[in-house]
């Protein structure tokens, strides 16, 4: 089992800065790529952000291309979401998920159905 914890959400306005954090316990070394994801109220969740176990490969949708940048320290069991330029359309509750399927080692998947593990979710909120 993998259990994974957001943190970083607020409430900020517009053109500012957040990092978001998730931290992975239990088995995370078998944790290869880890993606964000976000979900606005009424929509479908979408895919922002992933990264490999290496951190060779990273992903972005073409909405937070050139904002955010995704990272993770593999020592801290930790991936973050740097995002910057925040706008209202960012608004949105933001997950992080874990791929534990060793046959995508190398991989950042984009599609939700790849992850295995979840976090709870951490809001975040872009007033204009």
């Known amino acids: 089992q993998v259990q994974l914890v957001e943190s970083g959400g607020g409430l900020v306005q517009a053109g500012v800065s957040l990092r978001l954090s998730c931290a992975a316990s239990?088995?995370?070394?078998?944790?290869?790529?880890m993606g964000w994801f976000r979900q606005a109220p009424g929509k479908e969740r979408e895919f922002v952000a992933a990264?490999?176990?290496?951190?060779?490969?990273?992903y972005y949708a073409e909405s937070v291309r050139g904002r955010f940048t995704i990272s993770r320290d593999n020592a801290k069991n930790t991936v973050y979401l740097q995002m910057n330029s925040l706008k209202p359309e960012d608004t949105a509750v933001y997950y992080c998920?874990?791929?534990?399927?060793?046959?995508?080692?190398?991989?950042?998947?984009?599609?939700?159905?790849?992850?295995?593990?979840w976090g709870q979710g951490t809001q975040v909120t872009v007033s204009s």
């Open positions: 998920a874990a791929d534990t399927n060793i046959g995508r080692i190398n991989a950042a998947p984009r599609t939700p159905a790849a992850y295995d593990y």
């Open positions: 239990g088995r995370s070394f078998s944790i290869y790529g």
């Open positions: 990264i490999s176990r290496s951190g060779g490969s990273t």
